[in-house]
């Protein structure tokens, strides 16, 4: 098989094995992450790497929030709600993870339980807060560079057996995630990442989502052929 094969069979893990994953392998792959460019090699990102009591008051801290109608307070700003082929895309992943989980358009209580799974932080092991350094935050690099050493770290983390599900829900009370994962003031809270080992018996972990292709995202410009 293909290194392209295998990175079309890539998908986002949403249930994992009740399986702690061990402090030495998380240092690995965020060294491994850390080698990520960024502008001026200012290494804008920090990590807080969460488990246990801590991550399960999140969880708890999270649900209760939303359930009561707690207005999101995420740091990273969201923008206005997808529309046109960006929203019919988010639409069809959604279609798809609802298809294998066997959740009916009507079942109210099932599709509300996959939402929560979210601020859950999927259940995961593991949470990996993302997080910039606030002094940088009049710019858009620093941004950039975050979003490049996340994908570095899924990557790593995917190398070694690990999934993840890159995510905001689990972020979006942002003030329930600063006091029981302890960030500084002086950090701005941008993405998180569960992570674990994949349970290849959960339906939604076979899930590919579809792609564009190479025709449809670039122009090549130049070229002979």
């Given at each position: 098989m293909s290194f392209a094969d295998v990175v079309r069979g890539r998908r986002s893990i949403r249930g994992y094995l009740d399986k702690p994953v061990p402090r030495a392998l998380i240092e690995e792959i965020l060294e491994i992450a850390m080698r990520a460019p960024s502008s001026?090699?200012?290494?804008?990102?920090?990590?807080?790497?969460?488990?246990?009591?801590?991550?399960d008051r999140?969880?708890?801290?999270?649900?209760?929030?939303?359930?009561?109608?707690v207005?999101?307070?995420?740091?990273?700003?969201?923008?206005?709600?997808?529309?046109?082929?960006?929203?019919?895309?988010?639409?069809?992943v959604a279609k798809q993870l609802f298809g294998a989980m066997g959740i009916e358009r009507d079942d109210k209580e099932r599709r509300q339980d996959w939402v929560l799974r979210g601020?859950?932080?999927?259940?995961?092991?593991?949470?990996?807060?993302?997080?910039?350094?606030?002094v940088l935050d009049?710019?858009?690099?620093?941004?950039?560079d975050c979003g490049a050493v996340t994908t570095a770290l899924v990557n790593a983390a995917w190398s070694r057996g690990l999934g993840c599900v890159i995510?905001?829900?689990?972020?979006?009370?942002?003030?329930?995630?600063?006091e029981h994962a302890g960030i500084p003031d002086d950090q701005v809270i941008m993405k998180?990442?569960?992570?674990?080992?994949?349970?290849?018996t959960f339906p939604a972990n076979a899930v590919v989502s579809t792609r564009k292709s190479v025709e449809e995202a670039a122009r090549f410009v130049g070229f002979s052929d």
């Amino acid at each position: 098989m293909s290194f392209a094969d295998v990175v079309r069979g890539r998908r986002s893990i949403r249930g994992y094995l009740d399986k702690p994953v061990p402090r030495a392998l998380i240092e690995e792959i965020l060294e491994i992450a850390m080698r990520a460019p960024s502008s001026m090699n200012t290494q804008p990102w920090n990590f807080h790497v969460i488990t246990g009591e801590p991550l399960d008051r999140i969880r708890k801290g999270n649900t209760e929030n939303i359930l009561a109608g707690v207005p999101d307070s995420r740091e990273f700003r969201r923008g206005s709600a997808f529309e046109g082929v960006h929203r019919e895309r988010q639409i069809h992943v959604a279609k798809q993870l609802f298809g294998a989980m066997g959740i009916e358009r009507d079942d109210k209580e099932r599709r509300q339980d996959w939402v929560l799974r979210g601020f859950r932080q999927f259940d995961a092991p593991v949470c990996v807060i993302i997080t910039y350094d606030r002094v940088l935050d009049d710019g858009d690099d620093s941004k950039f560079d975050c979003g490049a050493v996340t994908t570095a770290l899924v990557n790593a983390a995917w190398s070694r057996g690990l999934g993840c599900v890159i995510n905001s829900q689990g972020i979006m009370q942002s003030p329930v995630v600063r006091e029981h994962a302890g960030i500084p003031d002086d950090q701005v809270i941008m993405k998180a990442v569960a992570l674990g080992w994949p349970d290849e018996t959960f339906p939604a972990n076979a899930v590919v989502s579809t792609r564009k292709s190479v025709e449809e995202a670039a122009r090549f410009v130049g070229f002979s052929d």
